[in-house]
């Protein structure tokens, strides 16, 4: 049977709303895994769906991480979908909501390889102020040796208290 683009279907579930986490890692193409659930970012209150046997996860955050996305078309409509940047900062603020710390890694040496804007990734890490996030990309940018103009910047905010990468 014929469905619409989960995408499309999740554009409704919440407004204003973008897609991110693991969805949009896979829509980077930083996975090659694909995504059963959509997750949906939205900064008002909404409910999680499932439509036509997907599930669509949401995910309400603070206004001030409500950022960072972009248009991409799909099937001739327009659905907003974290920036590539905003998306490892969203994946290291919720690694539980990017099938966790491995996928995780992978996408950074992906987005790496690929000669991402390192800037933008952390001029998001400013925005989101998320110390525990930081703390992460920092990690993953020491474990793999990528060059980060910010590095410096970032280890200076860093926090006395530990975050761990899995904290299962």
């Keep these: 049977m014929y469905t619409t683009h989960e995408y499309l279907i999740a554009a409704h579930v919440a407004k204003p709303m973008y897609i991110s986490y693991y969805s949009t890692l ?7 895994r694909v995504p059963w659930t959509v997750r949906v970012v939205t ?3 909404a409910q999680s769906r499932e439509i036509h046997d997907v599930p669509r996860r949401v995910t309400a955050v603070a206004e001030r991480k409500f950022f960072d996305f972009e248009p991409t078309s799909t099937e001739g409509m327009t659905v907003q979908v974290s920036e590539l940047g905003k998306t490892l ?5 919720h690694r539980e909501f990017c099938s966790g710390p491995r996928e995780l890694a992978t996408a950074m040496r992906t987005v ?6 390192r800037e933008i990734v952390s001029e998001c ?3 989101l102020d998320n ?3 930081t703390e992460r990309i920092v990690y993953l940018v020491d474990q793999f040796g990528i060059d980060f103009p910010a590095h410096e910047k970032l280890v200076a905010s860093l926090t006395s208290g530990y975050s761990p990468l899995d904290p299962t």
Excluded at 26 to 32: I, K
Excluded at 112 to 117: A, I, K, T
């Design 112 to 117: 790496d390889e690929q000669g991402c804007n």
């Design 131 to 133: 110390g525990a996030a």
């Design 43 to 45: 900064s008002t209150r």
């Design 89 to 93: 900062v969203d994946c290291t603020d």
């Design 26 to 32: 896979s829509h980077h193409g930083l996975t090659e």
């Design 125 to 127: 890490l400013d925005r």
